[in-house]
């Protein structure tokens, strides 16, 4: 992405991140200093450029039901932020809530031909993991190891350079709806930009409203937006459970103006 006259220094990454939801859509401009001092398990220093908000427009409970007004709104959102931070994006990451997000849980095995498991064993192993989420034509959006089995015995967190003849993995997957997420893609690339990656509105909310000691006590975490519900569950510190419920403050905010008669802004 091009860096303007703004507050990005050349040795920083920049990121775009983009949030569609029902009421409003929000984009940011995010700076990564890989160069920062830091331990292994702390994450990667980030700091806001800047900011764009828009009033949503053609969006219903997460879902595109207008392109061309949901492209205008994107599009102002996208230019606000870019100007706030002095960088021109060429990609975003973006959160998705569309498409009945749900969580499975299931195993995937795969038999450790060397006698010793490597990284192509654990490779294989995930291959045949997204394939069996991806079926039905759900697509794809997280997936996670919540613990490794070798030859039976639990409890294994890395299991690269162990003794053994057949790995198996717990995994915990996201997955959504197919049309609903390429008519997304598809408003992405209307604005002229690439994606770089789509995100779990759920996991997104979680990382950002809890701790890292609260998820590894194990915490749920509840975001009511306008037009869906979402939930995100932790356990022992890993991403264990997601879900979407199409209600939100706006279904409430309609029924107290029905009840009693009242316009929507005073409801």
């Known amino acids: ?79 606000q932020a870019e100007q706030a931070a002095g960088v021109a994006l060429d990609s975003v990451s973006v ?44 697509m794809l959006i997280h997936m996670n190891r919540l613990g490794f089995r070798l030859d039976g015995a639990d409890g294994i967190r890395d299991p690269r350079g162990l003794a053994g003849h057949r790995l198996s993995a717990h995994l915990h997957a996201v997955t959504a709806d197919e049309p609903p997420l390429r008519n997304l893609l598809l408003l992405i690339e209307r604005c002229y930009l690439g994606c770089d990656g789509l ?14 000691e609260e998820r590894a006590l194990g915490v749920t975490c509840i975001d009511i937006g306008a037009g869906t519900t979402s939930l995100a569950l932790f356990v022992d510190g890993v991403f264990a459970g997601a879900d979407v419920i199409p209600v939100g403050s706006q279904h409430i905010t309609y029924d107290i103006a029905r009840a009693l008669r009242t316009p929507i802004s005073e409801a």
């Open 1 to 79: 992405m091009k860096i303007g006259a703004g507050t990005a220094n050349r040795n920083e990454q920049i990121f775009g991140v983009l949030d569609i939801g029902t009421s409003k859509i929000a984009a940011a401009v995010v700076a990564a200093d890989p160069g920062l001092p830091r331990t292994a398990a702390e994450p990667l220093p980030m700091r806001v450029l800047g900011l764009g908000l828009q009033r949503a427009k053609g969006l219903k409970a997460g879902v595109l039901t207008d392109l061309d007004q949901a492209e205008q709104a994107v599009r102002a959102a996208i230019a």
């Open 95 to 138: 959160s998705v809530s569309c498409g009945r997000l749900k969580s499975a849980h299931f195993a995937a095995n795969a038999e450790v031909d060397a006698g010793v498991v490597t990284q192509a064993d654990i490779d294989r192993m995930m291959q045949g993991g997204r394939a069996y989420a991806e079926r039905d034509g759900r």
């Open 199 to 212: 995100v779990a509105t759920p996991y997104a909310s979680a990382l950002a409203a809890t701790t890292e």
